[in-house]
Structures are given as structure tokens and as C-alpha cells.
């Protein structure tokens, strides 16, 4: 339940949701939950981009699948590390930790959550002017996006407004297309909620509300 409504950007509830979860994993003993609470409650604070919070989370998720050997959760807590990481201007540990979650992924097969760390190894090149790497990390995410839609992603509207981000300016056309991909997106989503203040959070989320001001038609 935390992870749903903090999917919806009711970001007090699955704080609390998600706390209570880790408790009664203690009390039963269940550590494989740990690994999606923690990794749950990193993702709500990156989305209330509480950066060094959400890292805490994201290195206690991310110790618990490696003493467990959850080798299928290893690649989403490096990924919300990695994002955790960009937040705290730690660029270079992020580029590290989205290696090897790439790393992981193309080794466990996991073609349709390649985008994701693909866009976080933009944003680092982004933030050190490589522009070259930017347009090829771009190229293969629009391609995957193509072929897989936004199955399995955590973040599909942070994956493309990295891809807005970095064609703005480059190539407008293609700018657009995935700007108004992303709106539609959001647009599906809101349309499937049915209360006002989930339908409000959920618009305030900020790379949603982000992507909305840009403007969308």
C-alpha cells in the first residue's frame, strides 16, 4: 500500500505505510521484504527530493539484497542510489553506480529496465558537457522506450525528460516527440485516478510537474 500511494505522490502516507512495513518485517523476521520497503521509501524521497534520506534508504535496501543474495533487487537499489547520489551533486560516485547496475542488467538480461540507467549515466554526462555520450545514451533510450514502452520503470517521466533535457537545443523535432510522449503519459495516468488530492499530488510530483509547465497539448 506504501508503495502505491507513494507511486501517487502521497508522499506523508507511504512514509508512514512504509515505516510500519519495516517494523513488522523486524517482527516477523522477514529481511527479503526489507529490500522493497527500503527501496520503496528511497523512491518516495527522491521524488520529494530528499536526497540524502532517499541515499540512506536506497544503501540499506541495497545491503540487505547483497547479504541476501536478492541478486533481482540489486539493479533498482543501485539505480535509486545512483539517483540519490546526482541529488547530492556526487556525480561521479552516481556514474560508478550506474556501471554497475548496467553492468548487472545487460548480465541478467533485464532489456526493458536498461533505459532507466541509461538515463542516469546521461544526466551525469549532462552535468560534465559530454556531449557526445549524451546523444549516444540517448539514441539506445528512445530505442528501448520503442521496443519496450515503459514496462518495468520506475520512473518513466524522469527517463524522458533526461531525453527532453538532452535534445533541447540539439534536436528540437525529436525534443518535442518525447515531450509530448511524456505528457501523454501523465495525462493516462491522471485519468486513472479518481480522487482530487491524488490527482493533485500526483501532478506535483516534480519531474511531473516539471514536464507540465514545459507545456503539454
Given at each position: 500500500?506504501?508503495?502505491?500511494?507513494?507511486?501517487l505522490g502521497?508522499?506523508?502516507k507511504?512514509?508512514?505505510?512504509?515505516k510500519?512495513s519495516?517494523?513488522?518485517?523486524?517482527?516477523?523476521?522477514?529481511?527479503?521484504?526489507?529490500v522493497?520497503?527500503?527501496?520503496?521509501?528511497?523512491?518516495?524521497?527522491?521524488?520529494?527530493?530528499?536526497?540524502d534520506?532517499?541515499?540512506?534508504?536506497?544503501?540499506?535496501?541495497?545491503?540487505?539484497?547483497?547479504?541476501?543474495?536478492?541478486?533481482?533487487?540489486?539493479?533498482?537499489?543501485l539505480?535509486?542510489?545512483?539517483?540519490?547520489l546526482?541529488g547530492?551533486?556526487?556525480f561521479e560516485d552516481?556514474?560508478?553506480?550506474?556501471?554497475?547496475?548496467l553492468?548487472?542488467?545487460?548480465?541478467?538480461k533485464e532489456?526493458h529496465l536498461?533505459?532507466?540507467?541509461?538515463?542516469?549515466?546521461?544526466r551525469?554526462?549532462?552535468h560534465n558537457?559530454?556531449?557526445?555520450?549524451?546523444?549516444?545514451?540517448?539514441?539506445e533510450i528512445i530505442e528501448?522506450?520503442?521496443?519496450?514502452?515503459?514496462?518495468?520503470?520506475?520512473?518513466p517521466?524522469?527517463?524522458?525528460?533526461?531525453?527532453?533535457?538532452?535534445?533541447?537545443?540539439?534536436?528540437?523535432d525529436?525534443?518535442k516527440?518525447?515531450?509530448?510522449?511524456?505528457?501523454?503519459?501523465?495525462?493516462?495516468?491522471?485519468?486513472?485516478i479518481?480522487?482530487?488530492?491524488?490527482k493533485?499530488?500526483?501532478?506535483q510530483i516534480?519531474?511531473?510537474?516539471?514536464?507540465?509547465?514545459l507545456g503539454?497539448?
Amino acid at each position: 500500500l506504501g508503495t502505491v500511494v507513494g507511486y501517487l505522490g502521497d508522499h506523508e502516507k507511504a512514509e508512514r505505510y512504509l515505516k510500519e512495513s519495516l517494523k513488522l518485517n523486524e517482527s516477523v523476521g522477514n529481511r527479503q521484504r526489507d529490500v522493497h520497503s527500503y527501496s520503496a521509501l528511497a523512491l518516495t524521497y527522491i521524488q520529494q527530493e530528499q536526497f540524502d534520506k532517499a541515499h540512506e534508504h536506497s544503501e540499506a535496501a541495497l545491503q540487505v539484497a547483497q547479504e541476501l543474495d536478492m541478486t533481482s533487487l540489486l539493479g533498482l537499489a543501485l539505480k535509486l542510489k545512483g539517483v540519490a547520489l546526482e541529488g547530492i551533486g556526487r556525480f561521479e560516485d552516481a556514474k560508478q553506480v550506474y556501471m554497475q547496475a548496467l553492468d548487472l542488467e545487460r548480465e541478467l538480461k533485464e532489456e526493458h529496465l536498461i533505459a532507466e540507467t541509461l538515463a542516469g549515466l546521461t544526466r551525469v554526462a549532462l552535468h560534465n558537457n559530454e556531449s557526445d555520450k549524451t546523444i549516444e545514451y540517448v539514441n539506445e533510450i528512445i530505442e528501448r522506450l520503442e521496443t519496450h514502452s515503459t514496462q518495468g520503470l520506475h520512473e518513466p517521466i524522469r527517463v524522458m525528460l533526461t531525453c527532453y533535457d538532452t535534445l533541447i537545443g540539439e534536436d528540437e523535432d525529436r525534443a518535442k516527440d518525447i515531450l509530448q510522449k511524456a505528457c501523454n503519459e501523465i495525462k493516462k495516468q491522471l485519468e486513472l485516478i479518481l480522487d482530487a488530492k491524488l490527482k493533485q499530488s500526483y501532478a506535483q510530483i516534480p519531474t511531473h510537474k516539471r514536464i507540465l509547465e514545459l507545456g503539454c497539448q
